[in-house]
């Protein structure tokens, strides 16, 4: 089912941008890219999504490569409360989310 | 405005023991999906209604497990007879639209379900 390849883990310095790769080489043209992220021990959390456009929102920018295998979730100003699993998921979003095992960031003071 | 509540938070009961799991989706919500993580794995889809509908149910594991949305409105998860695999943390999101790009899902803080 795996659609997405992500780096198991990631430290980034308080305050610096966090930048988390996603490779999707496989995703077909109507497909979406979706972050999500998942502090411990509470419920995933939306972050943003798009489909070739690069998006940005309150939480984090979207940046999509223009074969659209790839793409980067940034996020500005990284605090500590950002520490977290992040999840990049491809797909039609209307139904199922697939959550692979994502990246674990950990943002160091 | 009120998220989606899970209830129980937490719930250990023994093997062979019947649990029911509820979920209260934001209202105005007609997408209601159940998830769960079980011990070392990822999370996984288990299905998903639109409004009382079950939609996709591809990813109910076993016929010990049976949900339902009557009303529209909440929804239970019914797990009979329990087993000790079945432990693990189960997850609920709404959603408001069902077209893929304003499909923004929101997740409950989850029932933590210890099968003993």
């Known amino acids: 089912d795996a659609k997405t390849t992500q780096p198991t883990s990631m430290d980034c310095a308080e305050g610096r941008a966090a930048n988390l790769p996603c490779n999707h080489s496989?995703?077909?043209?109507?497909?979406?890219v979706y972050w999500y992220r998942q502090i411990h021990s509470q419920g995933p959390q939306y972050i943003i999504h798009g489909l070739k456009n690069n998006e940005t929102n309150e939480m984090a920018s979207l940046i999509i490569t223009e074969d659209r295998k790839s793409s980067t979730l940034i996020l500005p100003h990284a605090t500590l409360r950002d520490t977290a699993v992040y999840y990049c998921i491809v797909g039609l979003g209307a139904n199922n989310l697939f959550f692979g095992t994502g990246t674990r960031l950990t943002v160091i003071p | 405005e009120a998220g989606v509540t899970q209830f129980p938070s937490h719930s250990v009961i023994e093997k062979g023991q019947t649990v029911t799991l509820r979920c209260d989706p934001i209202?105005?919500?007609?997408?209601l999906y159940w998830y769960r993580r079980v011990m070392g794995k990822e999370i996984k889809f288990l299905l998903h209604f639109v409004k009382e509908s079950k939609q996709d149910e591809s990813g109910m594991p076993n016929n010990r497990f049976l949900a339902e949305r009557t009303g529209g409105t909440y929804s239970t998860l019914k797990v009979q007879p329990a087993e000790l695999e079945d432990s693990g943390v189960y997850f609920c999101a709404s959603s408001q639209e069902w077209i893929a790009e304003r499909n923004e899902q929101f997740f409950g803080p989850g029932t933590r379900l210890t099968v003993l």
């Open positions: 209202s105005g919500h007609d997408n």
């Open positions: 496989t995703i077909s043209g109507n497909e979406y």
